[in-house]
């Protein structure tokens, strides 16, 4: 049996690959694993069922067989222990890899998202405009250091790894004008996972969730 995974019946982002089970797909095409879906609606994911799985009564969560996980970042790290292909043999470069994901979870998504939720939530309030430009610093700041750190390497540490798997999730996220826009090799670095076959197969099938037709590739 294939490992099954959730995601949204009805994604808010309209299949443009912003929720967490992309994450989660697009590492399962690059080791080659195939897998399921079972697509939750937003009341069934607080449904007990649900919470079982998953504490929190989000998306995405992973089942293979006795085991259950949730956590992005948790589901992406145990497939790439169990397959070639995301983490590098030599034990030193293995954990400079296993670093880039905790940074890209811990250090560079928390402002992105933080920024995002400040949008979605509150544009209405009179501090609103002052929030922003404190948020958008943030996020630049975080930006100008990867940028920084990436300069002209195609990778963040050698070959394509899970850390820049997850470290072009998140960037995806990053606010385009003003944020991302203004590194033009943090926008390659984007441009390069997304070129990846994998990540386009994993694109395709949230897509196609949304539009309710099949995959093209
Ligand atoms: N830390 C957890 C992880 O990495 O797995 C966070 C999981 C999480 O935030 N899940 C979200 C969820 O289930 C979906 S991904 N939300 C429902 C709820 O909490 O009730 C977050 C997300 C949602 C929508 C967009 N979008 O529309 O652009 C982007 C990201």
Redesign the pocket.
């Known amino acids: 049996m294939p490992p099954t995974i959730t995601a949204?019946e009805r994604?808010?982002?309209?299949g443009?690959g912003?929720?967490?089970?992309m994450r989660v797909r697009w590492a399962l095409e690059e080791v080659g694993q195939p897998y399921d879906v079972r697509l939750v609606s937003?009341s069934e994911?607080?449904e007990s069922a649900h919470r079982r799985l998953h504490p929190?009564?989000?998306?995405?969560t992973y089942e293979d067989g006795d085991l259950t996980l949730?956590?992005?970042?948790a589901?992406v790290l145990h497939i790439a222990e169990h397959h070639a292909g995301l983490l590098p043999d030599e034990v030193n470069a293995r954990a400079r890899a296993i670093a880039w994901m905790f940074a890209a979870?811990n250090t560079v998504e928390p402002p992105i998202v933080e920024r995002?939720m400040a949008m979605l939530l509150e544009r209405d309030k009179s501090w609103h405009e002052e929030r922003l430009r404190f948020l958008d610093d943030r996020v630049r700041v975080r930006l100008g250091e990867l940028s920084s750190r990436l300069g002209d390497a195609d990778w963040l540490d050698g070959e394509f790894s899970a850390g820049d798997l997850l470290m072009v999730t998140v960037l995806r996220?990053a606010p385009a004008s003003g944020g991302l826009e203004k590194y033009s090799n943090l926008c390659a670095y984007v441009a390069r996972g997304e070129a990846r076959p994998a990540y386009k197969r994993a694109f395709d099938a949230q897509l196609a969730v949304f539009t309710g037709q099949p995959p093209t590739s």
């Open positions: 949204f994604s808010p982002d309209r443009r912003m929720a967490r089970d937003f994911m607080k929190f009564g989000q998306i995405p949730f956590e992005s970042g589901i979870l995002s996220r």
